[in-house]
């Protein structure tokens, strides 16, 4: 690809050679001189200007092409008589641009043709002769005199052109270096400075479920806190290094959406401090499988959902995940829509930029490094996907992001059984929400869930209306919301004897021991309706225990093995683990190491009759982004025995594949609900509880 300034000295050569080209012509017509030249001169500019204008071939095939059209247009110029005075001019015209290039063999072919032509002159036309008059003699030398001072002036051009590229060049070799001296720093400080903010969020994790006083709980939650913000940017800060060091590139693995929706779901559940309304839609007819970085998307949704969050004080938040057929899979679409404070058109031009926030200065509101976008627009990048922003101030974000995705599986994510059955009424008032814009999220998803499942499905926006639903249609399912519910619950626990009714609740939301109803927590997924709608009608209490105050589950027949290099993350592994009644193992030890010696543990943990059936037991151990010393950036939780419960060799053999990677610091709900997850679904048509 041609640089801006190759394509400007580029389009001075054409309309040069296009102007000598024009005036040869007319002097060839005047002179009566080989008229066949001129077609052919008109033909070869035309070639010139397709080859600049469609930028067709390489920068050498363009520059070759120019200087054989000048050099052949010199030569036929200078072998005729009534040129003889003027060659010497077309010979400076030439030299003057051939210096335009860095090529001084250039200069001196045109010096010979030069040279060639006088004596051509001398021996075959004979202009050239004793008998010549003293004036034309000094025309002459004065005209090789101009020649030469050409050729001198040019190679000083190339030369110091030459010097110029060469001190640019080393300047940049420096800057480069010292780009990734100071990513190589700022890795190796993060890293080190990950240990220890790991150690406190852990440890304050495993205080805070022990029985400690309201005080002191407040404390060491805030402790917490803090230390979660730290790891995070110190996360930004080792995904930053990683890019801007060129060394990202982007896996190609199969992957369900739907899990990958489920994992932000349950993140932005955790931020979500209650204020706002969350809500996730996604197509049902995408594809179930799809062919890329999983990890990548997630990350960048999280970035992007953490920036709504931080910036929009009331209303909500809406996610939309959707696709678009192409030859070599699917694009998928993401769109992400806030009610937040929304940005200029000035903002708008610099949110890519490195380090930059919208608010910045010493009385911003929000934290922050300003590394949020530039990490996502790199993580897309190394996908080969886009982001674009639009938004007006005071009127909320929308970002567009598109993914191109191979497909694995191209059955619908989302499917309900006897869908021609299904009958839904979704009842809320939208006069509750403060913003527009939030009835809006919730009616878009509501209809994408009814279009794209098939189902039948009706809205209600007042009591009355619900009640001519009822009356009108034969109703299957009610979803309501906690007001509603709350507003009158003796008729919604005497509906639930009819028909499934459940309940769209906050966290902390808990019915009676006794209720029929279910509670579906926000924030509002497609996902969760659709296990409903399938026939799922008990939760897994992981939620109610939560709300409850308690452990969501014990694991006391589980037992994990921890591995990295740093014994303070192995510490807090087994506190935060432990907690759970799981028996973890720990094992400190570098790459090289650790592959033999996580074999022999493997194997003291489980029963040495059934390890020997068991075919491939591997360990997969994550080196960290720094290049000096190989440390381990993550823990391994790998799910090493059930033995006790599960006696099925089949499945233990599944069970010795589920591996689930933690990013420190350890997130013990978020990792086991995902353990949780994926049990289930390995276990879902087995016969397994």
Not at 256 to 285: C, H, R, W, Y
Not at 306 to 327: D, H, P, Q, V, Y
Not at 381 to 407: K, N, R
Not at 602 to 625: H, R, S, Y
Request: hydrophobic share 45%.
């Amino acid at each position: 690809m041609r640089t801006e300034s190759q394509t400007s000295m580029h389009l001075l050569m054409a309309g040069t050679l296009s102007i000598l080209s024009a005036l040869l012509s007319l002097i060839t017509l005047t002179m009566s001189w080989e008229l066949w030249m001129v077609p052919m001169m008109i033909l070869a500019c035309l070639v010139v200007w397709w080859l600049h204008i469609g930028r067709v071939g390489t920068e050498m095939l363009y520059e070759n092409i120019c200087t054989g059209l000048l050099l052949t247009e010199f030569f036929f110029f200078g072998v005729h008589e009534s040129s003889l005075f003027d060659i010497a001019l077309v010979a400076c015209i030439v030299l003057l641009l051939l210096s335009l290039l860095d090529r001084k063999r250039l200069l001196y072919i045109a010096v010979a043709l030069y040279a060639s032509q006088l004596l051509y002159h001398f021996l075959l036309l004979h202009t050239i002769s004793n008998s010549m008059r003293g004036g034309d003699v000094l025309r002459l030398l004065m005209g090789a005199c101009g020649v030469v001072g050409s050729v001198i002036i040019a190679r000083y051009r190339i030369n110091r052109r030459r010097r110029e590229k060469e001190k640019y060049g080393s300047m940049q070799e420096q800057l480069a270096t010292a780009v990734r001296q100071n990513a190589d720093f700022l890795s190796n400080v993060s890293h080190e400075l990950r240990t220890p903010v790991n150690m406190v969020i852990g440890i304050s994790e495993v205080t805070l479920g022990e029985d400690i006083a309201p005080k002191i709980r407040e404390n060491i939650l805030s402790i917490k806190m803090a230390g979660k913000r730290l790891s995070g940017q110190i996360n930004n800060i080792l995904d930053y290094t990683e890019i801007v060091e060129g060394t990202l590139s982007a896996a190609r693995k199969p992957y369900s959406i739907t899990s990958v929706m489920n994992d932000i779901v349950t993140m932005m559940a955790l931020q979500n401090t209650g204020k706002l309304e969350l809500v996730f839609d996604i197509d049902p007819k995408l594809p179930s499988m799809l062919v890329g970085d999983a990890e990548k998307i997630s990350h960048v949704l999280r970035i992007l959902l953490e920036n709504s969050i931080k910036f929009t004080e009331e209303g909500g938040i809406n996610l939309w995940i959707g696709f678009r057929r192409e030859t070599y899979g699917i694009n998928l679409v993401i769109e992400i829509y806030d009610t937040g404070i929304g940005m200029t058109s000035e903002q708008l031009d610099q949110i890519v930029d490195d380090f930059y926030q919208a608010d910045s200065g010493s009385r911003r509101y929000v934290g922050g490094l300003g590394l949020g976008i530039p990490i996502a627009r790199g993580l897309l990048h190394s996908m080969g996907g886009f982001v674009h922003f639009e938004s007006a101030e005071q009127q909320g974000l929308q970002v567009q992001i598109t993914i191109p995705q191979a497909v694995e599986n191209d059955t619908p994510c989302i499917q309900v059984p006897n869908a021609s059955q299904v009958c839904i009424a979704c009842f809320f008032k939208p006069e509750r929400y403060s913003r527009d814009e939030v009835r809006r999220y919730y009616d878009r998803m509501i209809l994408h869930l009814v279009e794209g499942l098939g189902i039948e499905g009706y809205q209600a926006h007042n009591f009355e209306g619900l009640l001519k639903l009822q009356r009108d249609h034969k109703l299957t399912h009610v979803f309501i919301t906690q007001t509603e519910y709350m507003a009158n619950p003796p008729y919604y626990e005497e509906m639930a004897e009819r028909i499934f009714v459940a309940v769209i609740a906050e966290k902390n939301f808990i019915l009676e021991e006794d209720s029929r109803l279910l509670v579906l927590r926000k924030p509002f997924f497609a996902l969760s309706i659709v296990n409903l709608l399938g026939g799922v009608r008990q939760s897994d209490g992981f939620e109610e225990a939560q709300a409850a105050g308690r452990r969501p589950f014990t694991c006391p027949d589980v037992r994990v093995l921890a591995v990295d290099d740093e014994e303070m993350n192995l510490m807090v592994a087994k506190g935060v683990l432990g907690s759970y009644g799981i028996q973890v193992a720990k094992l400190a030890g570098v790459p090289d190491m650790v592959i033999d010696r996580a074999k022999e543990i493997a194997e003291q943990l489980t029963d040495n009759d059934v390890i020997e059936k068991i075919q491939n037991i591997t360990v997969d151990v994550k080196e960290t982004k720094t290049k000096k010393q190989p440390k381990l950036d993550e823990v391994e939780l790998s799910q090493m025995s059930l033995f006790d419960t599960v006696k099925d060799e089949d499945v233990l053999k599944e069970l010795m594949e589920i591996e689930v990677n933690a990013l420190a610091p350890i997130d013990a709900l978020n990792v086991l609900y995902r353990l949780q997850n994926k049990l289930k679904n390995r276990w879902r048509g087995e016969g397994v509880d």
